[in-house]
């Protein structure tokens, strides 16, 4: 077994979201790796209200139990893989906000992103890729995105095309690697 641990983050809450059987795809092609554990955490198991720490995230003097338990559930892991949908050209709310929760936690590991929507949700990435950087969170190059009208069946069922499987594989090895040797730094 791995001593590298990746969260699979599920970045929308939303009643009847498709984000559900995305984060399950990209559960089931990383359960067959070897390179790290990797585990589900959903958002909607840790409902936090609006960003409420009166002190910056930065300075880790958390006081909210809510923000406690999240804090300490994210500062398990070495890595993370964000699936975020991605709505009015962006990151939802509920990703953008549990982000925004957290300071140190994130700080030296490595992201990738999968996103799904109708343009693939690659602005949602992008808007991703620039908070990341600010929260010393490296991310990686290749990204997975899923168009809710080609993989997705009637736009409700996921049925993703093949050439995402291969993507999937360099997703994956890039972000072992690169939470590998974040890790060093982090020692």
Do not use: C
């Amino acid at each position: 077994m791995s001593d590298l641990k990746i969260a699979v983050i599920l970045g929308s809450t939303r009643p009847g979201r498709k984000g559900k059987p995305v984060a399950d795809w990209v559960m089931d092609r990383a359960r067959a790796r070897t390179g790290a554990e990797y585990e589900l955490v959903d958002l909607a198991d840790y409902p936090l209200p609006h960003l409420d720490e009166a002190i910056p995230p930065a300075m880790g003097r958390y006081q909210g139990e809510h923000t406690k338990a999240w804090a300490a559930k994210i500062a398990e892991f070495d890595g993370y893989v964000f699936v975020t949908p991605e709505y009015n050209h962006s990151t939802s709310g509920v990703l953008k906000n549990a982000i925004d929760y957290l300071y140190g936690e994130w700080n030296n590991k490595a992201a990738a992103f999968v996103s799904y929507g109708s343009l693939g949700g690659a602005r949602a990435i992008e808007h991703l890729r620039g908070v990341a950087s600010e929260l010393q969170l490296a991310h990686v190059r290749q990204q997975l995105s899923f168009s809710v009208y080609t993989d997705f069946e009637n736009f409700t069922a996921f049925t993703p095309g093949e050439q995402h499987e291969a993507a999937a594989t360099t997703l994956f090895d890039q972000l072992e690697s690169w939470t590998r040797a974040l890790k060093t730094v982090r020692v």
